[in-house]
C-alpha cells in the first residue's frame, strides 16, 4: 500500500468504526444501494511539491456522504444529523474527533469543510447528501 491509500483507508476504517450504520467505501463503486454511504478520496488538485515534499505529507481527503437515492425531508435531516458537530454514532465530525489519527495512519486529521449540502445529482442519478473535506498532516520516514 501507499502513503495516501493508508490514509484513504485510514479514514473509512474510522468513519465505519464511529458511525452506525454507515457504509464506506475507499473508492467509488458503480452502484450504491444502501444508506447513508460515504466515498473516501484524496481530494484534487494534488500540489506535488506540498503533499509529497520533505518529510511530511499533507493534503486533503473528500467524503461524499449520500443518505438517500432520493430528495426527501427524511433524507435532509439524515444528512443534517451527519454534519452535525456532535452526535454519538451518527457525527462524521464526532468521528474524526474521536480519532484525529485516522486509524493510525496520520499525525492528526480534522474536518475543515462541509459542502455541497442538499440535492446532488451523479451520473444521472438523484441523491441527498454533502461533502465533507478532511484535512491531514503525516510524517514519513
Not at 493508508?6 to 458503480?30: K, M, Q, R, S
Not at 515534499?53 to 426527501?72: C, F, H, K, M, Q
Not at 499525525?107 to 442538499?118: F, K, L, P, R
Request: hydrophobic share 50%; charged share 15%.
Amino acid at each position: 500500500m501507499s502513503d495516501i491509500s493508508d490514509v484513504v483507508n485510514g479514514l473509512v476504517t474510522v468513519l465505519t468504526a464511529n458511525i452506525t450504520g454507515l457504509h464506506a467505501f475507499n473508492h467509488e463503486p458503480d452502484v450504491i444501494n444502501e444508506y447513508p454511504a460515504a466515498v473516501v478520496q484524496i481530494e484534487e488538485p494534488i500540489d506535488i511539491a506540498v503533499v509529497f515534499g520533505g518529510n511530511t505529507i499533507e493534503g486533503d481527503l473528500r467524503v461524499t456522504v449520500l443518505t438517500a437515492s432520493s430528495v426527501s425531508e427524511e433524507a435532509t435531516l439524515a444528512a443534517y444529523a451527519l454534519m452535525s458537530p456532535t452526535g454519538a454514532n451518527v457525527s462524521l465530525i464526532a468521528a474524526v474527533r474521536a480519532d484525529r489519527t485516522l486509524n493510525g495512519s496520520v499525525d492528526d486529521a480534522q474536518v475543515m469543510t462541509i459542502e455541497t449540502i442538499g440535492r446532488r445529482v451523479i451520473n444521472e442519478a438523484i441523491f441527498t447528501g454533502f461533502d465533507a473535506v478532511v484535512h491531514f498532516i503525516k510524517s514519513i520516514a
